[in-house]
């Protein structure tokens, strides 16, 4: 089991630019989310899925559009980059119901805009 | 507004020494608080959970103490090892949902 995987590693984009974030995962999880991590600041949540087909906004979603492609994949997409948005993302899953919360986190990707 | 908040942001601690990480938060819906582990470089890792029905949870050197009443809770490492070093992340959830509400983290050095 690969677990969580996240694509790419790292990311330098200009102001304005777009792209989207990969996350997938293999434990047949149902719960998926994204987070960015800035110093101190912790883990804030961008945007998460309940289930394939759901998806609802997190602490910070502004910026940011997802995709809950199928059960195993979850993207995170910026339309026009920003400086602000600067930071070391994560994808995440889980599987409900209560006693089983873990989440399971991906290596990250780091994200430079210029 | 920062509904669990952590302290300290860094602490340094000799090998041996024992290391405590604290949280506190206000909403009495929380009903799940895990510390996670992260390493330079990688994601969080789930370390040690526990429940408000019981006041403490060992799993080896690691311990949570957890307080209902002043609604805190912490971490603490005994026996602290360079392996330790690391950053620490209290969080909470409520019941019935999946989602976790994270502290700003606390960045763990244990020295030789």
């Known amino acids: 089991n690969a677990g969580v995987t996240q694509t790419p590693k790292f990311q330098v984009l200009k102001t304005g630019q777009s792209m989207t974030l990969q996350c997938a995962q293999d434990?047949?999880?149902?719960?998926m989310y994204w987070y960015r991590q800035d110093p101190g600041m912790g883990l804030r949540l961008i945007y998460y899925s309940a289930s394939e087909g759901t998806t609802d906004k997190g602490e910070v979603p502004n910026g940011y559009n997802v995709s809950r492609l199928n059960k195993r994949e979850f993207s995170l997409r910026l339309e026009s980059a920003a400086p602000s948005q600067t930071s070391v993302y994560f994808c995440?899953?889980?599987?409900?119901?209560?006693?089983?919360?873990?989440?399971?986190f991906g290596p990250g990707t780091r994200l430079l805009v210029l | 507004q920062q509904q669990v908040k952590q302290s300290p942001q860094s602490l340094i601690v000799q090998k041996g020494g024992i290391s405590i990480i604290n949280c506190a938060y206000e909403?009495?819906?929380?009903?799940?608080f895990p510390w996670y582990q992260q390493f330079p470089g990688k994601g969080p890792a789930l370390l040690i959970a526990?429940?408000?029905?019981?006041s403490e949870k060992k799993e080896g050197r690691f311990t949570i103490s957890f307080n209902k009443s002043a609604k805190q809770f912490s971490l603490h490492i005994m026996d602290s090892q360079p392996g330790d070093s690391a950053t620490y992340f209290c969080a909470a959830s409520k019941r019935n949902t999946d989602k976790l509400i994270f502290g700003t983290g606390t960045r763990l050095q244990v020295f030789p």
């Open positions: 434990m047949n999880h149902n719960s």
């Open positions: 526990i429940r408000p029905d019981v």
């Open positions: 995440a899953s889980s599987h409900p119901p209560r006693g089983q919360e873990t989440q399971y």
């Open positions: 909403n009495t819906a929380f009903d799940y």
